[in-house]
């Protein structure tokens, strides 16, 4: 005889096909310690509304404790019969607490009302942990950036030489963007901070129970004002998914450079032994497989966003058993982020960056043109004149295979009268660099006031 939690208007139990469909114990069982912690406010309230003796309450109570510390130590666990986590701790509380005491906590909740405010105290809770691991990763780039605060290297456009950046603002630029994920994993909780609790399966509670004092007990700061809403209502799963995958996402770009830089064309950095892998053939290889599965992964949580909007998309209220498919792609998120960030903090940190390379690379590619453009403008000519005689010195240039800073006195005043030696201030990654001093620019003085906006961003995130 199947144990469920419906049988009542049922003259048999569900076919074993149809059994199998429904489980959902293999994936939601990582929700059962949340399972009990309701069960435990849902049972204080019934208490408080008189549905519940101070007898029945006290064994009720430390029956789900036993269930708890049971679950922990593998002691219980779920039967071929349960159809879910809910049905599953149901049928443990009554092996425990009796028939007639277990019997009684199912009063005025539904498995609709719990399982999402369930999910959103196991989200509220991994997104801490997410935060925490992405900190160790925004820790990593800042360590580096701060040992090679004065390393330049070639800034680009198009993957095309641009201008020369300090390395440090280059790394930072990853920084500010992860710390903007953990911020939006702050922002999430914002909203997230309500609990269903108490809105059965669709409508509310007839029982006078204190949904608010259910909410408080769980860590919430209030109770869902709409019923229907606190059970239907996913789009909390949804912002959560976006940001794992944002969060992905912008490891992957880190994650790309990392590949590119590692290669022999570019020779930027080098990985650590610890972070890097071999080939089975060529014995030569040392292969960026953490930055490889960084990227991998990234497409792995874009789709887990993706497949969760599709469930979502048109579906009408209330519930529907559709949203059982809400669990296992941030599941999966989570646990692929919880399995990704720390070896890709750890490759980070044990990056060797090739310094004399990046160094001697910053300006070459004509990387100093925009600087004669722009000293010109300081001079008085217009800028679009300034951007045709910068143009052809990097002609001329071009034709006589040379750099910049070759040309004679000579060679400029013959190319534009405006181009004195003057110019010459700016023909230095230096002074290219350091000319750029507004806020957010790359110039030294700049790049160290960010440095510790961001060591100071993520002490506090
Ligand atoms: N296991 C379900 C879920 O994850 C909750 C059960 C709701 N079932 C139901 N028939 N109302 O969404």
Redesign the pocket.
């Known amino acids: 005889q199947r144990i469920s939690l419906w049988g009542g208007r049922f003259a048999d139990g569900p076919a074993d096909a149809l059994a199998a469909l429904s489980k959902?114990t293999h994936f939601?069982w990582r929700l059962a310690p949340y399972d009990i912690a309701g069960s435990k406010a849902h049972a204080r309230v019934l208490h408080r509304a008189g549905l519940l003796s101070d007898d029945a309450l006290a064994t009720m109570t430390s029956a789900l404790d036993t269930l708890a510390a049971d679950v922990v130590a593998g002691r219980f666990v779920a039967a071929d019969d349960d159809e879910?986590v809910?049905t599953a701790l149901e049928r443990g509380l009554i092996e425990r607490a009796g028939a007639d005491v277990g019997g009684r906590l199912r009063a005025g909740r539904?498995?609709?009302d719990q399982?999402a405010t369930l999910f959103r105290m196991y989200l509220r809770d991994h997104a801490r942990v997410v935060a925490g691991l992405v900190l160790d990763v925004v820790d990593a780039l800042v360590a580096q950036a701060d040992t090679h605060i004065d390393v330049a290297m070639p800034g680009r456009t198009h993957l095309q030489h641009a201008q020369p950046v300090l390395l440090s603002h280059h790394l930072l630029a990853h920084v500010w963007a992860l710390l903007r994920d953990v911020q939006r994993l702050q922002d999430w909780d914002l909203r997230a901070d309500e609990s269903p609790y108490g809105s059965g399966a669709l409508a509310g509670s007839s029982l006078g129970l204190d949904p608010q004092a259910v909410a408080e007990d769980l860590g919430f700061t209030r109770s869902v004002r709409n019923s229907i809403d606190g059970t239907a209502g996913r789009d909390f799963v949804a912002e959560f998914a976006f940001v794992c995958a944002m969060t992905a996402v912008d490891i992957s770009r880190i994650a790309e450079e990392v590949v590119l830089w590692a290669t022999k064309e570019f020779s930027f950095v080098t990985l650590d032994d610890a972070f890097s892998t071999g080939s089975s053939i060529m014995p030569q290889k040392k292969n960026p497989d953490v930055a490889e599965l960084a990227r991998g992964k990234a497409g792995r949580l874009v789709g887990d966003l993706a497949g969760l909007l599709t469930t979502l998309k048109a579906l009408p209220l209330a519930?529907n058993?559709d949203?059982?498919e809400d669990?296992e792609p941030v599941f999966d998120a989570v646990d692929t982020l919880v399995l990704l960030l720390p070896a890709f903090a750890g490759m980070v940190a044990t990056l060797t960056f090739n310094q004399e390379r990046l160094n001697s690379l910053a300006p070459q590619g004509f990387a100093l043109a925009t600087d004669v453009a722009e000293w010109l403008v300081r001079e008085g000519v217009p800028f679009r004149i300034a951007h045709e005689v910068a143009g052809e010195c990097v002609r001329v240039c071009e034709s006589r295979g040379i750099e910049l800073w070759d040309l004679s006195d000579a060679d400029l005043a013959a190319i534009n009268p405006s181009l004195t030696p003057g110019v010459r201030s700016v023909l230095t990654v230096e002074g290219s660099m350091g000319s750029r001093d507004a806020v957010g620019g790359t110039a030294p003085v700049r790049v160290r006031e960010q440095l510790a906006q961001a060591s100071e961003a993520s002490a506090a995130g």
Do not use: F, G, I
């Open positions: 959902s939601d879910d809910h539904s498995r609709n399982v519930y058993r949203l059982q669990k």
